[in-house]
C-alpha cells in the first residue's frame, strides 16, 4: 500500500542535539510538507518543497533545515537553534504543486529533555 | 497572510447535530478544506469546498461563502467516536495553512 512513512515515532533529545526526522513517500507525489502541532494547537507550516531540490520556508522556519534530494524523501532537521522543540511533527504530501488534498504521515513525537 | 478563526471547543450530545464555524482572511482563495483530527493522529480529509454553498457528503457537510469568508462544518448524528479536532483551512495555492481547530467532545 502507499503512503508516508515517518520515523521515529517518538524521539527524545538533550538540549544543544540536533536531531533529523525522516520522511519517505511512495505515492510518487510532486509535493512534500512538515507541520508541527503543539497541544491544543492547529498545524503550522515549517517547510515545504513542490520539486526535487527546490523548498521554501513556512511560517515557523527559524531554527529547522530541510532537504529534498529524491523526490520521495523529504527529511526535516531540527536544529539547537530552535527554541522550543518539543511538538509532534507531522509530514505530509500532495500529487501536484499548489494545495489540495494532503496525505499525512503517522507523525513524529520529539522531547527535548 | 493568512486569518482563520474557529472557536476553541465545543460540546455536543449524542444523536445531536453540531454546527463548526470558520471565519478566514487570505490574500488568495481556491477553495476550503476541513480536516477531521483524533488525538495523537494526524488529520484526514473531510471535504473540500470551492464554489458557495452546501455539499453533502454522509453524515457531514460543508458550506462555504467566499463573499463572506465564512464555512462551517455541519455534522449530524453525532457519534462517540466524533469526538476529535476539526481543522479548517482556507486553500491560497502554495502550502496549506491551518486554523488552531476545534475540539468536539461527544457526550452520551
Known amino acids: 500500500d502507499g503512503g508516508i512513512t515517518q520515523s521515529p515515532k517518538y524521539l527524545f533529545r538533550k538540549e544543544g542535539q540536533n536531531v533529523t526526522l525522516s520522511c519517505e513517500q511512495n505515492l510518487n507525489h510532486d509535493a512534500m510538507y512538515w507541520y508541527r502541532q503543539d497541544p491544543g494547537q492547529g498545524l503550522r507550516l515549517i517547510y515545504y518543497s513542490q520539486i526535487v531540490n527546490d523548498f521554501q520556508k513556512g511560517d515557523i522556519a527559524e531554527g529547522y533545515s530541510v532537504s529534498r534530494e529524491k523526490k520521495e524523501s523529504f527529511p526535516l532537521t531540527v536544529t539547537s537553534a530552535q527554541k522550543n522543540p518539543t511538538a509532534f511533527y507531522l509530514c505530509?504530501?500532495?500529487?501536484?504543486?499548489?494545495?489540495?488534498?494532503?496525505?499525512f504521515g503517522a507523525g513524529s513525537r520529539l522531547t527535548v529533555l | 497572510g493568512q486569518n482563520i478563526d474557529q472557536p476553541t471547543e465545543m460540546t455536543a450530545t449524542e444523536g445531536a447535530i453540531v454546527q463548526i464555524n470558520c471565519t478566514y482572511q487570505t490574500s488568495g482563495f481556491n477553495g476550503l478544506f476541513w480536516y477531521q483530527q483524533h488525538a495523537g493522529e494526524a488529520p484526514t480529509f473531510l471535504s473540500y469546498n470551492v464554489l458557495d454553498g452546501l455539499e453533502e457528503k454522509g453524515r457531514f457537510s460543508s458550506f462555504l461563502s467566499r463573499s463572506k469568508g465564512y464555512s462551517y462544518l455541519l455534522l449530524k448524528e453525532l457519534q462517540m467516536k466524533d469526538s476529535a479536532s476539526y481543522l479548517c483551512a482556507p486553500n491560497s495555492g502554495y502550502a496549506l495553512n491551518f486554523g488552531k481547530g476545534t475540539s468536539l467532545l461527544v457526550t452520551p
Open positions: 505530509a504530501s500532495t500529487r501536484t504543486r499548489g494545495a489540495n488534498v494532503l496525505t
